[in-house]
């Protein structure tokens, strides 16, 4: 049993596809393939059912593949116990972002972590949820940056902060006369949400106590935040936005928020990771570079009246 012969198993539960996971691994497809059989041989049971497509471990298989992932991660703790004793920090991360976050939050540290570690290379993608969660538990990224409470078996969340949500308002609809909001303030006929699969937009619905389901003349579900602001700005309507969102907005801009009245409704954002994650030091820094970045305001906020997902 080999080191390598355990990151083609891990690999091939990821991909579920040899062309696949011998592509992450850079070696021919005969090649993994072989070595995979080597190691079913020596142990005297097969990890893989082949006859399905794509092909899946076998229930023995995915115990093995569990136990290798745990072996891969302490052989990458090694590496890093080495590269704490000479004092430097190298190697990628893998990054998973939610849509609603990667503007706002990625512009705040990305630059002064390429200063501060420059032997590190992040490496960045925006994604739903869903998808962050499976590839935690598949190993295809590191880390993941997105709402919470998840509340799913293996994946591990550490707090970053808490957002407050607030109401982004056109003037020509009657809740732009108010100082403050409140949920029953918000017309669901004039409420612009973003499209299915974005975890924002249920959190909206569970801060208006609403699902929207009252038919209009013109429905329109945004891909972005920035696209529901400009919505808002053309149209009569109403939206909820993350503080984040405000950071850079012009003078007349912030004209249209309005805030909740207390207890002010937040949104938890966490640093995840799967149970058994490696790149611990990495991880550790990255989300010191994260906070120290933040505005005082948000890093002083509480979870006074965390919004669920």
Known sequence: MTITQLEYIVALDAFRHFSAASAHCFVTQ????????????ELGIKIFDRSKQPVIPTEVGAEIIEQARKILAEKNTIHEIVQARQGRLAGE???????TLAPYLLPLFIQRFNKNHPGVKLLVQEMMTEQIVTRLREGRIDVGLLVTPLQEPGIKEHLLFYEELV?????????????YVLSQDIDPNKLWLLEEGHCFRSQILNLCELRKSVSTQFEYEAGSIETLRRMVELNDGITILPELTTLEMTARQLKLIRRFRQPVPMREVSLVVHRDFVKKRLIEVLKEEIITTLPEKIRKNKATNIVPI
């Open 93 to 99: 991360l893998k990054i998973g972002i939610i849509p």
């Open 167 to 179: 109401a982004y308002v056109s003037q020509k609809n009657k809740a732009y006369g108010k100082k």
């Open 30 to 41: 005969p090649t993994l393939s072989m070595q995979v059989q080597k190691l079913e041989e």
